[in-house]
């Protein structure tokens, strides 16, 4: 089935259960609400660490639920609901942990690098680097100027950033093929699953443009402050009424269209489990 083929019979799809879409949206918003709930402890002094609970809680509950997620998209393309206890089912609980996790260790992988020039940003800036020696590295890299080194820098490590984004892009089948019984069904498929992944993010432009437009002022102000950054931090103006536009188009530009975008390798593979298993 071609992409564009996909993206329409999406599109007609998504039209018809808009309601059960958003209502399973706002149920996975939730539980990953649920995840975040220790972060409250940053709160409490001296019970700082316990935020840290919020990583098993994820692996335990949203590793399962992107599975059970995938078979819920499934109940609906064969004429159920999305919206079910399907959501929340807790039947083969641990092969979908599992599958979770290795998925979960692949996207790891995929970001190794931004992940070490985060940590060595971060370690930077809480001073675990002698500041002379950074001041000095930064010197190298920029060529002279301390400000241009922090700047490539920041520029590197948003560079490396692609990476797990093709891996998302790249494994973006995996538990779909799976909710269909066919754990290998993505073989031959990763060019175009890619494709709509990438067709996907379009989605994305509208709310992406609102948020440079509405804080895009933000970044000259940011590189205009690096060079007193070294020594005093960086102080922003609040965000004020723009708060308000960032919180509307979230909800008008973001959330209602992360379901269609979810939909379309779930849509994609079904057609492909089809024509590959027809009947002669």
């Known amino acids: 089935m071609k992409v564009m083929g996909v993206l329409r019979q999406s599109a007609e799809i998504y039209r018809k259960n808009w309601v059960d879409l958003m209502l399973a949206l706002l149920l996975e918003l939730a539980l990953r609400g649920i995840c ?8 409490a002094p001296g019970l700082e660490w316990l ?11 949203i590793l399962p639920a992107r599975e059970n997620y995938a078979l819920a998209l499934q109940d609906m393309l064969s004429g159920g609901r999305v919206f079910s206890t399907q959501l929340v089912c807790p039947c083969d609980y641990g092969k979908k942990l599992l ?8 996207m790891l992988l995929w970001s190794a690098l931004p ?25 190298q890299i920029g060529g002279g100027s301390s400000v241009d080194g922090i700047i490539r820098v920041v520029l590197i490590i948003a560079a490396t950033l692609v990476l797990p984004v093709i ?3 790249v494994h973006c089948g995996g ?14 498929h990763r060019v175009r699953l890619v494709a709509l992944w990438a067709a996907g993010l379009v989605t994305l432009l509208p709310f992406v443009l609102v948020v440079l437009a509405t804080i895009g002022n933000y ?11 070294l020594t005093s931090g960086i102080v922003f103006e609040p965000l004020g009424v723009r708060a308000y536009i960032l919180a509307g188009a979230v909800a008008v530009l973001l959330l209602p269209v992360l379901p ?3 939909m379309l390798p779930a849509v994609y593979l079904r057609k492909a489990k089809e024509e590959r298993y027809a009947a002669p």
Do not use: E, W
Request: proline share 4%; glycine share 8%; net charge positive.
């Open 51 to 61: 935020a840290l609970l919020c990583v098993p809680l994820y692996l335990l509950i």
């Open 167 to 169: 891996g998302c892009a």
């Open 99 to 106: 599958r979770g996790l290795k998925g979960t260790l692949c």
């Open 219 to 229: 970044i000259p102000a940011f590189v205009s402050q690096l060079k007193d950054s």
């Open 115 to 139: 992940i070490a020039g985060i940590s060595l940003a971060v370690a930077a800036y809480l001073g675990m680097v002698d500041f002379f020696t950074l001041l000095r590295i930064l010197d």
């Open 175 to 188: 538990r779909h093929s799976a909710a269909l019984g066919h754990r290998k069904l993505v073989k031959g």
């Open 36 to 43: 975040l709930a220790p972060m409250l402890f940053l709160c």
């Open 260 to 262: 269609f975008k979810n």
